[in-house]
């Protein structure tokens, strides 16, 4: 609904409600409108998500410099045509790019 409302609002259609906006998300939901994954908004949200998923994950534990790790395997996630989530299948597939990271007591 924020996007929504942002574009509302840089189109300068000020007069849109509550309401509207609830409508718009709904339509956008069911139609699965694709351009919102450009939407630089979108892609932070994507980061953030994939972020907190790789943290929740016990496996995270087994890494010093979890943000770096992370930002390797989001690197990797993001240019590819697959899911924009975490999974820990990640880390044996990108085993080699964050090994240097990988706390060896494990």
């Given at each position: 609904m924020?996007?929504?409302k942002?574009?509302?609002e840089?189109?300068q ?32 949200y ?21 943000m ?14 697959g ?8 880390l044996?597939q990108?085993s ?9 007591n494990?």
């Amino acid at each position: 609904m924020a996007v929504i409302k942002r574009k509302a609002e840089a189109d300068q259609n000020l007069s849109i409600t509550v309401g509207d906006l609830i409508n718009r998300a709904k339509e956008m939901t069911d139609s699965k409108q694709t351009w919102l994954k450009d939407l630089p908004e979108e892609q932070t949200y994507q980061w953030n998500n994939f972020v907190k998923g790789f943290c929740n994950s016990p496996k995270s534990h087994e890494f010093n410099r979890k943000m770096k790790v992370a930002a390797i395997l989001w690197h990797h996630v993001k240019h590819s045509t697959g899911s924009k989530q975490y999974h820990d299948r990640l880390l044996d597939q990108f085993s080699e790019d964050i090994k240097p990271y990988h706390i060896k007591n494990h």
